[in-house]
């Protein structure tokens, strides 16, 4: 439902494109807009209870749960993404948040920086790990 509202909000059409590679990253927006492998939005859509759904909508913000999740978006698809929750028991003004993600060069730099770094951590302790499962067979 939130997709569709936001839809309808917006005046633009969205697709589903599954999960897009960008070598060892990866992301899985839950739409885009856009043609092709040229995305100019991606759309991560929630549809929390209400309780929580007040919480985005009075904090006016991405959620710090998800502020990581949209940023992998933003790196892998390239383009800036939209944090949409909906809950369709509130009035029709409160019922969908949107808010958009765009971050700078340096911040997405950094972003990828860490996270190549966090996997190279992996997989020396995966290796590791297989070094000492042949030590002991």
């Given at each position: 439902e939130g997709i569709t509202a936001?839809?309808?909000a917006s005046g633009r059409l969205t697709r589903s494109v599954g999960f897009i590679?960008?070598?060892n990253l990866g992301s899985s927006p839950d739409a885009v807009v856009g043609d092709g492998d040229q995305f100019e939005l991606v759309l991560e859509e929630k549809s929390?209870?209400?309780r929580v759904h007040l919480s985005y909508v009075q904090g006016g913000i991405v959620p710090a749960e998800y502020h990581y999740q949209t940023l992998m978006h933003c790196l892998v698809c390239g383009c800036p993404v939209e944090?949409?929750?909906f809950n369709g028991s509130f009035p029709p003004a409160l019922r969908l948040f949107r808010v958009r993600v765009d971050p700078s060069p340096e911040e997405l730099?950094?972003?990828r920086d860490a996270?190549?770094?966090f996997d190279a951590e992996i997989d020396a302790?995966?290796?590791?790990l297989r070094q000492l499962a042949k030590e002991r067979v």
């Open positions: 936001w839809e309808m590679r960008d070598g929390p209870s209400p944090f949409v929750s730099g950094a972003f996270v190549l770094a302790q995966v290796e590791a």
